[in-house]
């Protein structure tokens, strides 16, 4: 309505209208109606995404300094982490489109970390550079939808939900089929990389941030 042609979409990895995930096949039908219109359209499609003040990895590593253990429905499902400052680059190379081996324009880009990790995996690195590492104790998924489903009917933002237990039924890891970070210039960074330089708040770049903040 407004004239604007030009659209960068970030959307989510494993997008499917046939996905087991409500979440998944809602990003599906937002890609289809972008398709469909007449727009010079780039699509993102990231991981599960980590960063300073994430809702992730920081939410694992507060749970694991308050309780012995962790019970993890889905500990096996397997993601592709994939740092905020690297899909903020992506944004920026797509807008800029300069200097790339073919512009962005109807291109689609699967945006994912280096590694492959397990929930478990990424509890662990939680709680090990976070608070402290607890045992996990994994769920068999019928216990989780109903641990997931008395989240969902708790007062605030639910921690899980069963729609996010539908969603990790299925790896959410990038498929190979499109072009990825790097064909944006963009080398990914890892999570046990950045992790460590944002998690607890007792290392040395978390004190002089602290110290900026004051």
């Known amino acids: 309505a407004s004239g604007v042609r030009r659209l960068v979409h970030v959307s989510a990895l494993g997008v499917s209208a ?12 937002g890609e289809a109606l972008l398709r469909a219109a007449d727009l010079d359209l780039s699509i993102l499609r990231p ?7 994430d809702r992730f990895l920081n939410l694992f590593a507060r749970l694991q300094a308050v309780f012995p253990v962790m019970p993890l429905a889905g500990a096996g499902a397997r993601f592709q982490p994939v740092w905020v400052e690297d899909v903020a680059s992506a944004v920026v190379a797509c807008v800029m489109d300069r200097g ?4 962005s324009v109807g291109q689609t880009y699967e945006c994912a970390g280096p590694d492959v990790l397990t929930l478990a995996d990424l509890v662990r690195l ?19 939808r109903l641990q997931a489903l008395m989240m969902e009917l708790a007062p605030g933002e639910p921690l899980m939900s069963r729609d996010n237990l539908d969603a990790m039924s299925v790896d959410n890891v990038a498929t190979g089929q499109w072009p990825g970070l790097r064909d944006l210039g963009i080398r990914p960074a890892a999570v046990a990389a950045v992790a460590p330089t944002y998690l607890g708040g007792h290392n040395s770049r978390s004190r002089l941030l602290a110290l900026r903040r004051g």
Request: aromatic letters at 4%; hydrophobic letters at 30%.
């Open 100 to 103: 790339l081996p073919r512009s």
């Open 126 to 144: 939680a709680g090990r550079c976070g608070s402290r590492q607890r045992p996990i104790v994994p769920l068999p998924m019928v216990v989780g």
């Open 47 to 53: 991981s599960v995404i980590f960063g300073a003040g």
């Open 18 to 29: 046939e996905s087991p995930s409500k979440y998944q096949r809602s990003k599906a039908r």
